[in-house]
């Protein structure tokens, strides 16, 4: 069996391109006002060629994933007049598609920026797509969740010699599923089997006994637990120990827009940040915004799953960097990254702090 992950070997992230060397983790919120105040009558001069709305506000592109509920804050930054707040216009451009897209679209001024999984962009970010990370915006997306009738319970050792479903398996789920089982003492080729399955099937596939443990985003696993008759038992999330402090969601821009409008970068991450914070303090506001993109799950519902979310975890800077560090290690453990590739040097090199 393969050694557990030493994380205890990862050296620090190299500065990233912009800081100041300032370590933020939780305070954007309290800090927006001043960043804004800031700005200055310079930096507005040298964006002026940046379209605006006639009401002198930066427009912005903002390509987001309407069925990921973790990502209910950019609707209320939207609804509740954040963005207009922090001096741009946001449009929001539906994507779902792969990442390699996305990331070429924010690459090629198709969109300006985006917010999404740091596991699905971390491996494409390592073929040079020009796109920037600029904050987390929280943690916890994904879990894995057991038939107790199967045998498992919540110690992941319990999954030994079991087949796990999951909608995509060459994807963020089985990567990160992967690095935690071996954290935990698996071997995640060797000890369990990963089978692909239509997401809508997951469910059906566990009843079955096809197999014996599902992997996926809420609200699909949450509601599958709650059809499940108390059958299903979570085993392992992305905020599980030693990734309780991670972040899961990213925000990333264009280099064109760092370079070009630095300004409206700067206040893009400010507003995603007072709407996570809203959704932190207020889970009740971001289910009902999101309600009426998902199928079958109530207010109550989407309440209980962002409740197991850390929205007022928002990672900038040298923390990002750090996070991207740890995640690029532990992925090129297992084979995802190439074995060349520095950790400390890519966080480095891919995350900008646009509130230095």
Request: proline fraction near 6%.
């Given at each position: ?20 060397g ?27 060629a ?8 930066d ?15 950019v609707?209320?930054a ?43 962009w ?61 954290y935990?003492?698996l071997?995640p ?47 392992i ?55 009426p993109?998902?199928r ?45 590739t ?15």
């Amino acid at each position: 069996m393969k050694a557990p992950f030493d994380h205890d070997a990862i050296r620090d992230p190299e500065t990233p391109p912009r800081t100041g060397g300032t370590s933020r983790r939780v305070v954007l919120g309290g800090i927006a006002a001043a960043a804004v105040a800031g700005l200055g009558f310079d930096l507005a001069r040298r964006h002026e060629a940046w379209p605006k709305t006639p009401k002198g506000l930066d427009r912005v592109r903002l390509a987001w994933n309407p069925n990921a509920l973790c990502l209910a804050p950019v609707l209320l930054a939207q609804n509740k007049g954040i963005f207009a707040r922090h001096g741009i216009d946001v449009e929001l451009i539906s994507y779902a598609g792969s990442t390699d897209q996305l990331l070429e679209a924010m690459s090629t001024r198709k969109a300006d920026a985006g917010v999404g999984m740091i596991l699905r962009w971390i491996k494409p970010l390592e073929q040079g797509f020009d796109v920037r990370l600029l904050a987390g915006t929280h943690g916890g997306c994904i879990r894995m969740s057991g038939s107790r009738r199967a045998g498992v319970t919540p110690d992941p050792l319990s999954l030994k010699g079991k087949t796990i479903g999951l909608a995509e398996i060459t994807g963020a789920s089985r990567n990160a599923f992967a690095v935690l089982l071996k954290y935990h003492g698996l071997d995640p080729d060797r000890d369990v089997e990963w089978r692909q399955f239509p997401q809508a099937l997951l469910g059906e596939a566990l009843r079955k006994g096809e197999v014996q443990a599902i992997a996926d985003s809420d609200p699909v696993l949450f509601l599958e637990e709650k059809a499940s008759d108390g059958d299903m038992v979570e085993v392992i999330s992305n905020l599980s120990h030693p990734w309780q402090n991670r972040v899961c969601c990213v925000i990333g821009a264009g280099g064109f827009m760092l370079r070009e409008n630095p300004r409206a970068a700067k206040a893009l991450v400010l507003a995603m940040a007072d709407a996570a914070n809203l959704c932190s303090s207020d889970p009740h506001e971001a289910a009902r915004a999101f309600l009426p993109y998902t199928r079958g799950a109530s207010v109550d519902d989407l309440v209980a799953i962002l409740k197991t979310q850390t929205h007022a975890n928002h990672p900038l800077g040298r923390d990002l960097a750090g996070d991207v560090t740890r995640y690029t290690a532990e992925l090129r453990a297992i084979g995802v990254m190439k074995p060349t590739t520095d950790p400390a040097r890519f966080a480095g090199s891919i995350v900008s702090d646009v509130l230095a």
